[in-house]
């Protein structure tokens, strides 16, 4: 036997040519794949689709479930009800929780009631469509949000 040789006759490094921790770093990889592929879910808000929820399954009232029909007619198509950021305009999750309105008003009841009832920018106004009830109940729905 030479020197140097183990029994086997393959040298003292071992049996193989795979480097020693090579299954190491693979599973090191895929498990960095798979933790960022969980944390970019939690980032993105995955869950149940809330807009396909009912409103028995999203906890709301009376009003709250009135206010969530006269949205889906007047007010989906241009601000999501469950998204922070809108179509043509803003989204409505968590306005009642912002600092301030897209328009930099605070969030009052009465400051998003006057920009229901007159309109801003590029949002038409409503006052004429909706009567009083109607925007009260669409209100109290956006408090869900």
Do not use: W
Request: some cysteine; aromatic content about 6%.
């Amino acid at each position: 036997m030479a020197i140097g040789m183990g029994k086997s006759g393959k040298g003292r490094r071992g049996l193989s040519k795979t480097p020693r921790y090579r299954h190491n770093s693979q599973l090191k990889r895929i498990a960095s794949i798979l933790l960022s592929i969980a944390l970019a879910g939690l980032l993105t808000g995955c869950g149940p689709d809330q807009s396909k929820m009912t409103d028995a399954e999203l906890g709301l009232n009376t009003q709250q479930s009135r206010g969530r029909r006269v949205y889906a007619i007047y007010c989906i198509n241009c601000h999501p009800a469950y998204s922070s950021s809108g179509n043509k305009g803003p989204g409505m999750k968590g306005l009642f929780k912002k600092e301030y309105l897209p328009s930099g008003l605070t969030p009052t009841d009465e400051h998003v009631e006057q920009s229901i009832v007159r309109g801003r920018n590029m949002m038409p106004r409503f006052g004429d469509q909706l009567n009083q009830q109607e925007i009260a109940d669409v209100i109290a729905y956006l408090h869900t949000l």
